[in-house]
């Protein structure tokens, strides 16, 4: 979801800082709004989702036989701290805005869409 919403008012937000609306700009132009906005997409995701998925590894690789999976999140806490949950950030930022952008660019525009039907 923070996808898809990030992405429609990063979109939104870039055409009103250019000060144009979004059909007065070509194909290509239209194409490097959308691959910047699904990159920033991406970071925020990134953003929002590291924590659980640092914390979800975390659990698969360190839960000790028997444990409880609250415990074991409890007992991963008190090693790693907050600050812990934030490590390899800056490559997923970059992982996932880069997926996220590409996405965009291989996704059609609504304007292809009656290119091809009509």
């Excluded at 429609?8 to 490097?32: A, D, F, H």
């Excluded at 790693?80 to 950030?89: A, D, H, M």
């Excluded at 800056?90 to 869409?113: A, C, E, K, N, Y």
Aim: aromatic content about 10%; glycine content about 10%; charged content about 15%.
């Amino acid at each position: 979801m923070t996808k898809f919403a990030t992405f429609e008012e990063t979109v939104s937000m870039i055409y009103r800082t250019l000060g144009k609306p979004k059909e007065s700009y070509n194909g290509l132009q239209q194409t490097g709004v959308s691959f910047l906005g699904g990159y920033i997409a991406g970071i925020f995701c990134a953003i929002v989702s590291h924590p659980a998925d640092v914390m979800v590894s975390k659990l698969n690789a360190d839960r000790q036989l028997g444990e409880s999976a609250m415990k074991a999140v409890s007992r991963i806490y008190g090693n790693i701290r907050f600050s812990g949950l934030w490590n390899g950030l800056p490559v997923r930022i970059v992982m996932l805005g880069t997926l996220t952008g590409f996405q965009w660019l291989i996704v059609p525009r609504p304007s292809d869409h009656r290119r091809t039907l009509a």
